[in-house]
């Protein structure tokens, strides 16, 4: 596979004449849409095929799978322009199969809203081993907070996909709530039959296990916190399912603040079968323009969780994501815009911007101005990517986790299905 940058005065068309491949599959593997503008230091991730089928009338896609013996799973992942359906044409190509085979097994997990555009979730789950519905909160009682899941459990088992229950501190406005954690790690009533609630949950709504996200919980909370998710991992493994705890992204055991300090990394990795580091959010709503997941931090965090666990329990965080900030950034009043890492490449185009590349964050960056106003953003793109599913490799993870699936991404698929065999869950 190669990543190659768009350098001025370069099409598509002479793009795929150089790699000779076609500009369809070039334009699946990124998302990209006609009429195929493209923008300078954009980057292009560029696959090898080696075997391909030229669709035939009266083909279906389950037919070219049984014909082939290609699973229908792999050939969605080797069709990103497919969209996981089974729509499929007369003379339109397919890849059956890559130069580079994945040589490494993976879990990949995402979050997705109940209110998350199915054809982008569609999309999307070919490339994924759970599905985590977010979520179900605490209420004041230690009850949870109920969820509209119905819909998201279907459509992931229809692409063997496990769905996990979601179980975090979030209240009926959907806030993380300090005092909700508190109070319900200081009562062993109410946690046993919270613990009993979520599993009946996990039972009626065909679950596969659990992922748990207290967050702001503080460090009167840490003891309590590691008891309680090994309560909820007993529970969970009696119905034969994992549990997946999220972490908050630290880089030393005394981390100040609150989002850290009830985070600890050695005992929640003891009472969990797998963790996910939250590795993102350094670039975030209120802060000053950045990165959202530079890399030079993200491995301060791999560093520190290595020496508290074991890392074949570890998930990577990924953010499924960028921002927009607008300029000059005025701490307290500057609020960035959340977007997808396709419209950041699509803002680049139509704003005539010039996608640039810190290579200390390793992270894609551009600035615009749009009606007299400045902006700058940053987001993920090939090149960031693979640096960090590089990590994945490098330290010997479990896999990774999506912060979230309610947006396309489609080379940050196609390149995760190329580097890894990705484990299905159901």
């Known amino acids: 596979m190669t990543i190659h940058v768009v350098t001025p005065g370069q099409t598509l068309y002479g793009i795929a004449q150089d790699y000779g491949t076609a500009v369809g599959l070039i334009a699946g593997w990124n998302g990209l849409r006609p009429p195929y503008a493209l923008a300078v230091g954009q980057s292009l991730l560029i696959l090898e095929p080696t075997q391909i089928y030229t669709v035939r009338e009266g083909d279906t896609l389950s037919s070219i799978s049984r014909n082939t013996g290609i699973p229908l799973m792999t050939l969605w992942q080797n069709n990103p322009g497919l969209g996981g359906r089974d729509r499929i044409y007369p003379g339109q190509t397919l890849v059956l199969r890559y130069r580079d085979a994945p040589q490494r097994q993976i879990e990949v997990n995402g979050y997705a809203y109940p209110f998350v555009d199915p054809e982008i979730l569609r999309a999307i789950l070919p490339y994924t081993t759970y599905l985590t519905p977010f979520t179900y909160g605490i209420r004041e009682d230690g009850g949870l907070v109920p969820l509209e899941d119905g819909p998201l459990i279907a459509l992931a088992r229809q692409y063997d996909a496990a769905p996990l229950m979601h179980l975090s501190t979030l209240t009926e406005d959907g806030t993380f709530s ?49 008891d309680f998710a090994a309560q909820l991992r007993a529970g969970v493994n009696a119905l034969g399912y994992p549990l997946i705890t999220a972490l908050a992204p630290k880089t030393s055991e005394t981390q100040p603040g609150l989002l850290y300090e009830g985070h600890d990394y050695r005992a929640l990795a003891e009472s969990s079968d797998a963790v996910l580091l939250m590795t993102y959010e350094w670039g975030y709503t209120y802060g000053p323009p950045m990165a959202v997941a530079p890399i030079n931090a993200v491995r301060r965090v791999l560093d520190f969780a290595v020496t508290q666990m074991p890392r074949e329990k570890m998930l990577l965080g990924f953010p499924n994501y960028g921002y927009d900030w607008t300029l000059p950034f005025e701490a307290g009043n500057s609020r960035a815009r959340s977007i997808s890492n396709e419209e950041a490449v699509a803002l680049a185009v139509r704003n005539g911007a010039e996608i640039a590349y810190d290579e200390t964050a390793q992270t894609p960056w551009f600035t615009y101005t749009k009606d007299g106003t400045a902006h700058e953003v940053w987001f993920e793109d090939a090149r960031s990517t693979m640096a960090k599913y590089n990590l994945v490799n490098e330290y010997g993870m479990r896999g990774i986790g999506f912060w979230n699936y309610m947006r396309p991404f489609a080379v940050g698929f196609s390149l995760l299905s190329a580097m890894f065999e990705i484990l299905k869950g159901a």
């Open 178 to 226: 300090t005092a909700r954690g508190t109070s319900l790690l200081a009562n062993a009533a109410l946690q046993n039959e919270n613990v009993q609630e979520v599993l009946r949950v996990i039972e009626a709504r065909g679950y596969r296990g659990l992922d748990l996200d207290f967050e702001f919980l503080g460090k009167e909370n840490a003891a309590p916190y590691a």
